[in-house]
């Protein structure tokens, strides 16, 4: 369909947002909206979150105009949030290619730890820090390789998270993509709005975890697992 002149002055944000209501679908900050964004959507976004950054910085009475350390500071910080910090908002799932566990692999497998970087939806201050996996497979689960792991955690903390929710989405699809009889996930990480304001805390880190199928219901397969984790180093 050929857009009308109403739709050429429509913000492309607006567009997005329509599209996500008629399809009843939620786009809270840690959710992924790629498939309601069409080709060449995005890079209009990234100008038009540049056009709002700028408005920003003139309410807190900065002087872009004449301050050459901020003359291009909205672009980017634009690109930052569109391009990298919630670019696991913007854009599909990782390609991941999965095998079939020809070798019937069943021992308990660690995967970590995998450096993650978010930022918390309630300040957008930085979220640092590393997750350990583990995985119980049986002669069903697909096989899928390390370092996409590594590549399915940076598609989920690339939006604002907090990190309860996170491991929870996290969990949800490893074990979509490789059907394991217990899957194990621990996180450790340092949240910049308690270090950089509020109590201005340096030294306090979060740790959370979700355990599923057997890690839930055999203690000593949690015990084991919990063990090889090395968090001290």
């Known amino acids: 369909m050929k857009p009308t002149d109403a739709d050429e002055g429509t913000p492309v944000s607006v567009k997005i947002r329509e599209r996500l209501q008629a399809s009843r679908k939620r786009f809270n900050a840690n959710d992924n909206i790629a498939p ?8 209009l976004l990234l100008d038009e979150v540049e056009e709002k950054m700028k408005g920003v910085l003139s309410s807190l009475v900065i002087d872009t105009d004449n301050d050459h350390n901020t003359d291009n500071t909205a672009r980017r910080v634009a690109k930052m949030y569109v391009n990298e910090v919630f670019r696991g908002r913007y854009v599909p799932a990782p390609s991941i290619t999965e095998f079939p566990n020809v070798g019937h692999l069943n021992e308990l497998m660690i995967v970590g730890p995998i450096t993650v970087r978010s930022a918390c939806s309630h300040h957008f201050c930085p979220v640092i820090g590393k997750i350990w996996i583990g995985v119980m497979p049986n002669e069903h689960t697909n096989v899928i390789g390390l370092s996409k792991y590594a590549r399915l955690a940076e598609w989920i903390m690339g939006r604002p998270q907090i990190q309860e929710e996170a491991v929870v989405q996290l969990a949800d699809l490893i074990q979509e ?9 621990v996180m450790e990480a340092s949240h910049y709005c308690m270090a950089w304001r509020g109590v201005k805390d340096m030294d306090s880190k979060m740790i959370n975890s979700v355990m599923r199928g057997v890690f839930l219901k055999d203690p000593t397969l949690r015990r084991e697992f919990l063990s090889l984790i090395p968090r001290k180093g």
Do not use: S
């Open 177 to 185: 993509k490789t059907q394991p009889d217990g899957l194990a996930i």
């Open 36 to 43: 309601f964004i069409e080709p060449g959507e995005l890079e």
